[in-house]
């Protein structure tokens, strides 16, 4: 092979089977969670953390992820979030780990209605690449909601 060093470009991606310290968070069973229709995004997700992805490589997943979230939607989520003291831009990784599941859910619907109004036009992109979103998504695996259903 001539192959030139200068023209290779190489991608490396989390290996899935990698023990992470998110891995001691996960339930025996996510089937068993009652946001198991949320949660199983997590397996999209993670080869996606840390990745140059674009928008366009995440576009079906955004898509998919706003119509599961319907069922768990929280309505005006970004005011939600401020008037709580947490202005959504003030969440990190190490916020959300630390979040309940309602806090968790008001966090996932504030970064659709900062994308919706304009505030981050990628956000849930972003979240995506950033691990934000995973964090938040293993979070609801391992923790129950406050509020009654």
């Given at each position: 092979?001539?192959?030139?060093?200068?023209?290779?470009?190489?991608?490396?991606?989390?290996?899935?089977?990698?023990?992470?310290?998110?891995?001691?968070?996960?339930?025996?069973?996510?089937?068993?969670?009652?946001?198991?229709?949320?949660?199983?995004?997590v397996n999209v997700l993670e080869p996606l953390e840390g990745t140059a992805a674009q928008p366009v490589e995440t576009l079906a997943t955004?898509?998919?992820?706003?119509?599961?979230?319907?069922?768990?939607?929280?309505?005006?989520?970004?005011?939600?979030?401020?008037?709580?003291?947490?202005?959504?831009?003030?969440?990190?990784?190490?916020?959300?780990?630390?979040?309940?599941?309602?806090?968790?859910?008001?966090?996932?619907?504030?970064?659709?209605?900062?994308?919706?109004?304009?505030?981050?036009?990628?956000?849930?992109?972003?979240?995506?690449?950033?691990?934000?979103?995973l964090t938040t998504l293993h979070g609801l695996a391992s923790v129950e909601s406050t509020v009654s259903a």
């Amino acid at each position: 092979m001539n192959l030139d060093p200068d023209e290779l470009l190489i991608t490396l991606r989390p290996d899935p089977n990698a023990a992470t310290p998110l891995d001691q968070n996960r339930p025996d069973d996510p089937e068993d969670s009652p946001y198991a229709n949320l949660t199983k995004f997590v397996n999209v997700l993670e080869p996606l953390e840390g990745t140059a992805a674009q928008p366009v490589e995440t576009l079906a997943t955004v898509a998919e992820l706003r119509t599961t979230l319907a069922e768990f939607h929280v309505d005006d989520a970004f005011m939600k979030l401020a008037q709580a003291g947490t202005p959504w831009m003030t969440f990190d990784r190490s916020r959300l780990a630390q979040a309940d599941a309602d806090t968790l859910l008001t966090f996932i619907s504030a970064t659709y209605e900062a994308q919706d109004l304009g505030i981050d036009p990628q956000a849930v992109h972003r979240t995506i690449l950033d691990g934000s979103l995973l964090t938040t998504l293993h979070g609801l695996a391992s923790v129950e909601s406050t509020v009654s259903a």
